[in-house]
């Protein structure tokens, strides 16, 4: 797959090409860029799909020195430069979202639309980064046992992912798990809910109504505070990572999204 070398920090990341407008969309904590696999495919070529692997994930290696999700946000910026894209549009699903809002917020010359799924703009719940810290240092003490990776598979996917979350319990247990500085970047990251006025791009708001790591709350404040937002799409049945095991809803969410976009037509469309 192809990277791009920021500085010593290689990024992984996929495309699909073509002359469509081009779609950045970062996957959540646990993830990589896998989970967009059928919007790449349902919406391709008319959109170019760029899907990468953040720091500490997939094929991207963590960095030895801490960092912030602004910096990740350079990091998108980064791989439109590396792709000689002036813009773009720009989306994610959790941490994902984070990278997008910041990249939104660093350089609104260059998002033209957000895209966003299962996210949010405050810091990290209190209870939630003791609840995620515990999580994080049972993995480093004890590793990817069943004990673990099955309420994290279930959290992240649904209690009936199937095949999903068979799929990444494999990969948790095989690969090296992020469990770096990218947990620091997730556990200390910042609040821009009070910035969230300045974003005026068109932005696609999207929620499992099963997800248990984030509620709706946390939505309903992208939609009252970004004036140009969608109402919150609800995802039926889906948890934390709908894009993976949701891709009829969601796609079928994006393509209308997108189809209402009027920021230039750079190859011809067809219906689905």
């Known amino acids: 797959m192809p990277t791009l070398d920021i500085n010593g920090l290689v990024i992984a990341y996929s ?60 990091d998108a910026l980064a791989l439109m430069d590396h792709l000689q894209l002036r813009q773009a549009i720009v989306g994610g699903i959790s941490q994902g979202g984070f990278i997008a809002l910041r990249t939104a917020l660093l350089a609104p010359d260059r998002v033209t639309a957000l895209i966003l799924s299962d996210t949010e703009a405050t810091p990290c719940d209190p209870a939630d980064k003791v609840g995620y810290g515990q999580m994080f240092q049972a993995l480093r003490e004890h590793g990817p046992i069943d004990d673990l990776t099955v309420p994290l598979a279930a959290q992240l996917f649904g209690e009936h ?32 809910s009070d910035r969230l006025h300045e974003i005026t791009c068109p932005t696609l708001l999207m929620w499992g109504t099963e997800d248990l790591s984030l509620p709706r709350d946390r939505m309903d404040l992208l939609a009252a505070r970004v004036a140009t937002a969608t109402p919150v799409h609800e995802i039926e049945g889906a948890a934390h990572t709908p894009a993976l095991t949701h891709p009829d809803q969601v796609n079928r969410v994006m393509l209308s999204f997108l189809e209402s976009l009027e920021i230039g037509d750079p190859a011809p469309r067809r219906r689905r």
Do not use: M
């Open 15 to 74: 495309d699909t090409g073509g002359s469509g407008q081009p779609v950045i969309l970062g996957h959540g904590y646990f993830t990589d860029h896998t989970v967009f696999d059928a919007q790449a495919e349902f919406l391709s070529p008319q959109w170019r799909i760029i899907a990468w692997d953040a720091r500490g994930h997939g094929n991207t290696p963590d960095s030895a020195k801490p960092y912030t999700y602004w910096d990740q946000a350079r």
């Open 161 to 192: 992912a199937g095949h999903h979350a068979e799929d990444w319990r494999s990969r948790w247990k095989n690969g090296p798990l992020p469990l770096g500085n990218s947990a620091l970047c997730l556990l200390e990251r910042d609040d821009v």
